[in-house]
């Protein structure tokens, strides 16, 4: 079956420490992206990737960084700077459109960041 | 910037009742998604509508969108416990959608 798999489920980060957060897709989908969750409120933009080895920042990218060598992964690393990561992070894929809103997303189950 | 907001935050209803929500949102868009989340699960897409539709039907689902006046709702019938979660609507009209804050609701069995 198609999906999107994010790894791990759980995630633990140490002050001063990056961490890298997984996510990887088998729907051969162009576009990825990368959303932050905090309680309550809706998905924040991170990163998104149309194409790979090219990717934009969103939102909310000062203390996150990302790659995309592979179509099928889009890596997010938390770094240092980043100085609140304690949130749900949550990966999506899309066929490529003209524009993000005409497909619709296809979503991993996340990972949940928290500090120690 | 949240491009949506949803009313109500939170809806409370019996199973078999009907459930509306409503998404308001700030600047012009060409379509408007919506999804839903379980519970510490991912997104899951349930419906887009076109800048040039009025109505679309899934299933149980029947989306409205008045582009006039910046909103859309979102009507669940018959509603079923399995469809407790929280909605988003997501919409704009760049490389990117913007979602909003999000209904929660309960149905009650």
């Known amino acids: 079956d198609g999906g999107i798999t994010q790894s791990p489920k759980y995630l633990f980060r140490k002050e001063g420490q990056n961490v890298t957060l997984s996510c990887e897709q088998n729907?051969?989908?162009?576009?990825m992206y990368w959303y932050r969750q905090d309680p309550g409120q809706g998905l924040r933009l991170i990163y998104y990737?149309?194409?790979?080895?090219?990717?934009q920042k969103g939102d909310i990218a000062e203390g996150y960084s990302v790659s995309r060598e592979k179509k099928e992964s889009f890596p997010l690393t938390v770094t240092s700077a980043q100085k609140n990561p304690t949130a749900f992070y949550l990966c999506?894929?899309?066929?490529?459109?003209?524009?993000?809103?005409?497909?619709?997303?296809?979503f991993g189950d996340g990972t949940r960041l928290s500090i120690l | 910037s949240q491009q949506g907001e949803e009313d109500p935050q939170a809806l409370s209803i019996q199973e078999g009742e009907n459930a509306t929500m409503n998404c308001s949102y700030k600047t012009s868009i060409n379509n408007l998604q919506w999804y839903r989340q379980n519970s510490g699960r991912g997104l899951v897409h349930l419906i887009l509508i076109r800048s040039n539709e009025r109505e679309k039907h899934s299933g149980r689902l029947r989306v409205t969108l008045d582009t006039s006046k910046k909103s859309s709702s979102l009507l669940i019938t018959a509603s079923r416990a399995a469809d407790t979660a929280s909605y988003f609507c997501a919409g704009g009209a760049t490389n990117k959608l913007i979602f909003g804050t999000g209904t929660l609701l309960a149905v009650q069995p």
């Open positions: 999506a894929s899309s066929i490529f459109g003209r524009r993000a809103n005409d497909q619709p997303q296809h």
């Open positions: 729907l051969n989908h162009d576009a």
């Open positions: 990737s149309q194409i790979v080895n090219d990717f």
